[in-house]
């Protein structure tokens, strides 16, 4: 896994777009990574991410950028239309899959507060070598 865009923003540097949530914020940054890490090369998304990632531009500023504004909406076209095709029941499903994660969020970050915080790696990252202190 390339690492060369991380460490640089951390929770903390995203908090204002998330209302001062920081399990929304740390939610928010895995999702940068994801894009960062999984998108095609040439992929103006993976570029953008990686950009945020860096603290080179702000999210908000990215936004604004047209090559990545444009990628964006796509994306996000494209993700409402599929939850438009989502039953009710598919919908409530993902809505409590959502608050399922950002409880597990929040008490991950609880875990690291109280052990001083270090970050507490969860067993999948412990499995694949990740661990780095996260604010």
């Known amino acids: 896994m390339n690492k060369d865009h991380r460490d640089v923003v951390q ?13 929304r914020a740390r939610a928010l ?9 999984e998108r095609a090369p040439d992929d103006p998304l993976r570029e ?6 860096r603290g080179r531009v702000g999210l908000r500023e990215a936004a604004r950028i047209p090559a990545y504004a444009e990628a964006l909406g796509e994306r996000m076209t494209r993700g409402l239309r599929e939850y438009e095709l989502l039953s009710p029941d598919e919908r409530s499903e ?6 399922r994660h950002l409880a597990d969020l929040r008490d991950e970050i609880e875990r690291e507060r109280a052990a001083g915080g270090r970050y507490v790696l969860r067993g999948a990252e412990r499995a694949q070598g990740r661990g780095r202190a996260s604010g």
């Open 11 to 23: 929770d903390r540097d995203l908090m204002d777009l998330t209302g001062g949530d920081q399990a």
């Open 94 to 99: 993902q809505q409590a899959a959502a608050r």
């Open 29 to 37: 940054r895995a999702s940068l990574q994801r894009l960062a890490d």
């Open 48 to 53: 953008m991410a990686r950009e945020v990632l």
